[in-house]
């Protein structure tokens, strides 16, 4: 039977919504000064079901997961000098896009994080929140979290670096994709939906 076009790869679980509410009330405690609660939050946030997901989807080819093998490419995978530049969106297009997506990967609506406000609470809470080039040492949620500029139609098959052809994703939808189109991995046009929307800030509003 053929696979049946979806939302996103694999859906997150749910513990990610109590965690993003763990991580907001750990930047209000931050913000006040109480660096012990916040530091407990951010501890309760790195859970090992979001490392599992993560590692499910990212990790190795998984037909349930990824869809059948394309047989074959199309539109044909590109020679490097051959792609549209630049290879990344302007500061400019990534304003526009956050504008009109907001912090919510516009697959499973995970949502998610800046990877300069990751860094920056690593910093002030390397023991709780750690960040590090090593994906087993990174913080669970804010691995998954990592906000992603995604081309709807990769770069390395004509996509061009565009407001127009990108989206905010996680980082789980975004590598779990690799360089598949949407049709390749089954996936419905993020675009044909509204983008979630919430209160949820990217946790924008840390004092640092
Ligand atoms: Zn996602």
Same mark, same amino acid.
């Given at each position: 039977?053929?696979?049946? %076009? ?7 679980? +749910? ?6 509410? !763990? =991580? ?6 931050? !913000? ?14 790195? %859970? @090992?079901?979001?490392? *599992? ?19 074959? =490419? ?7 000098? $051959? ?7 302007? @500061? ?7 504008? &009109?997506?907001?912090?919510?990967? &516009? ?8 990877? *300069? ?22 913080? &669970?949620?804010? $691995?998954?979290?990592?906000? $992603? ?12 670096? +565009?407001?127009? !052809?990108?989206?905010?994703?996680? @980082? ?7 360089? !598949? ?23 924008? =509003?840390?004092?640092?």
């Amino acid at each position: 039977m053929p696979m049946e %076009l979806r939302r996103c790869l694999l859906a997150p679980p +749910s513990e990610v919504w109590t965690a993003a509410e !763990n =991580l907001r009330h750990a930047v209000h405690l931050h !913000n006040e000064g109480d660096r012990s609660g916040a530091a407990v939050l951010f501890r309760a946030a790195d %859970l @090992a079901r979001i490392g *599992d997901w993560f590692k499910k989807v990212v990790g190795p080819f998984d037909e349930s997961i990824h869809g059948p093998r394309p047989t074959f =490419l199309e539109p044909p995978k590109l020679p490097m000098h $051959q792609r549209k530049r630049p290879r990344m969106v302007s @500061a400019a297009g990534k304003r526009a896009i956050i504008a &009109r997506d907001g912090y919510h990967c &516009r697959f499973c609506e995970m949502p998610v994080i800046p990877k *300069d406000t990751v860094k920056a609470i690593a910093l002030l809470y390397p023991e709780d929140a750690p960040w590090t080039d090593v994906a087993a040492d990174q913080h &669970r949620f804010f $691995q998954a979290a990592n906000l $992603q500029y995604d081309h709807l139609l990769p770069h390395s098959r004509g996509g061009e670096s +565009s407001v127009e !052809n990108m989206v905010v994703t996680c @980082a789980v939808c975004n590598y779990g994709r690799m360089s !598949n189109t949407l049709a390749e991995s089954f996936l419905l046009d993020p675009r044909d939906f509204p983008s979630r929307t919430s209160s949820w800030d990217g946790l924008q =509003l840390i004092v640092l």
